[in-house]
């Protein structure tokens, strides 16, 4: 029989590619997000355009026993949104009221198991303040100290999640995602994450130009291409392990570094100024010791590799927009300048 699985988030970047491998699988799949997926058609089977803050939507949404439900959904951006404060309240009630809304139906359906996508901002600042040794083991996430509000929203459902499973034998799987990237992922418009933005900079600065960096550019990341984000989930779904774990490569880099290497990769030369900016913690990078040990198995895809790919893809979307401004009827610049 036919396995099922629930992608609440298929309309975001890991969901919609999360979606595909799924059905690849043999799965039938059904989605639920605010929004379709913004750069290619969805795969899932059906698809739910619904508000997961809403818990009538969520009671139409798990509306059976699924076999694995993946909980993606979140009010989420890159660290122009979520490290400026601006966003703060949003994203801590948006995302913890999804998760509260969700739960008590994946028990009363007796889901047979739930996915949820936790993140690496719940480790403490204290940890990543040398950013040539941060320190983001698993077991280093208490006494808790999270840089950011979405941190401390995450941490909090990490909890819910593993309250839910002591309480009612909820089979559940929490994965700390480190900066997952790639093709299809935002680029444009506040929410995108360093890589996206990196790119996105480089191929619209002419030959010879300048891209700005928020910070000293010494700060330092790792970054998983999206590709080994999904086989990670899908061997994590598939162990018998139920503690937070980290999801994420272990190739870290200073962000001046990640952009030469989008510099490099575009084949121009641009020179790169620090401004001030929100940047988070001074460093991270994914310790994969555990995830070693309980899968016999991590990422290891070269950030040059998944670079490469996201460049080209990003200046095609860039390519794109230029193309079809260009194709506009005249008409309709009018009407953006308030003419009838």
Not at 93 to 113: D, E, F, M
Not at 121 to 150: G, H
Not at 238 to 249: C, D, L, M, T
Request: glycine share 8%; proline share 6%; net charge negative.
């Amino acid at each position: 029989m036919k396995k099922t699985a629930l992608i609440c988030g298929a309309g975001g970047f890991i969901g919609s590619h999360l979606a595909r491998r799924l059905k690849t699988e043999g799965y039938y799949v059904l989605g639920v997000d605010l929004k379709y997926p913004e750069f290619s058609p969805t795969a899932a089977d059906d698809f739910i355009l619904g508000d997961l803050r809403d818990p009538y939507v969520c009671q139409n949404v798990l509306d059976r026993p699924f076999d694995e439900v993946y909980q993606l959904a979140a009010d989420m951006g890159g660290a122009g949104y979520i490290f400026t404060g601006d966003n703060d309240a949003d994203v801590m009630h948006n995302s913890a009221l999804i998760n509260l809304n969700t739960l008590p139906l994946c028990v009363q359906k007796r889901v047979g198991k739930v996915f949820y996508s936790s993140s690496a901002c719940i480790y403490p600042a204290y940890n990543q303040q040398d950013p040539d040794n941060p320190r983001c083991c698993e077991d280093s996430a208490y006494p808790a100290q999270p840089d950011s509000e979405y941190g401390w929203e995450k941490l909090f459902s990490e909890r819910l999640y593993l309250s839910f499973q002591r309480n009612y034998g909820l089979n559940v799987r929490i994965a700390r995602f480190h900066n997952i990237y790639g093709p299809e992922g935002v680029w444009r418009g506040g929410r995108e994450k360093a890589p996206a933005a990196l790119c996105r900079k480089v191929a619209e600065t002419p030959d010879g130009g300048e891209i700005e960096i928020w910070g000293d550019g010494q700060q330092t990341r790792s970054f998983l291409y999206i590709d080994e984000c999904i086989e990670a989930v899908r061997r994590l779904m598939a162990s018998h392990f139920s503690e937070p774990i980290n999801i994420g490569s272990d190739e870290m880099v200073a962000i001046n570094d990640l952009a030469r290497l989008v510099v490099r990769i575009s084949g121009k030369r641009l020179s790169i100024r620090n401004v001030p900016g929100p940047q988070g913690v001074r460093g991270r990078n994914s310790d994969n010791t555990l995830i070693r040990k309980v899968l016999d198995w991590a990422p290891n895809y070269p950030l040059e590799v998944g670079m490469r790919a996201t460049y080209a893809w990003v200046a095609q979307q860039i390519e794109a927009v230029r193309v079809t401004e260009m194709e506009e009827p005249a008409w309709m610049g009018l009407r953006q300048n308030g003419c009838p």
